[in-house]
Nanobody, 114 residues
Framework: QVQLVESGGGSVQPGGSGRLSCTASGFTEFSSVVMLWYRQAPGKERELVASITWDGRNTNYGDSVQGRFTISRVNAKNTVYLQMDDLKPEDTAVYYC??????WGQGTQVTVSS
């Protein structure tokens, strides 16, 4: 049974940084799985934040986070990260880790406020 567990959420001031982690278990071969980060703000639809290929060589970002967020992974640790810089109040949301196979984590809250 696949499990994705996010951590690292919390409250940050505008302009600050934070890093989310997602640790996976239950995959036969985590290193072969495309991983993604999504987010959902109150009253809004869930949006794709970033994705990363199995080897980490190819990444894609949503327009709203391009240039500020960085997705990465360490396959030896079954973990994918989301580095968030220059955070803005509009980045406030629940952030979810997901696999390309449709597995989802429980989400972690990120709040950007002064």
């Amino acid at each position: 049974q696949v499990q994705l567990v996010e951590s690292g959420g919390g409250s940050v001031q505008p302009g600050g940084s934070g890093r989310l982690s997602c640790t996976a278990s239950g995959f036969t071969e985590f290193s072969s799985v495309v991983m993604l980060w999504y987010r959902q703000a109150p009253g809004k639809e869930r949006e794709l934040v970033a994705s990363i290929t199995w080897d980490g060589r190819n990444t894609n970002y949503g327009d709203s986070v391009q240039g500020r967020f960085t997705i990465s992974r360490v396959n030896a640790k079954n973990t994918v990260y989301l580095q968030m810089d220059d955070l803005k109040p509009e980045d406030t949301a629940v952030y979810y880790c997901a696999s390309a196979y449709g597995h989802w984590g429980q989400g972690t809250q990120v709040t950007v406020s002064s």
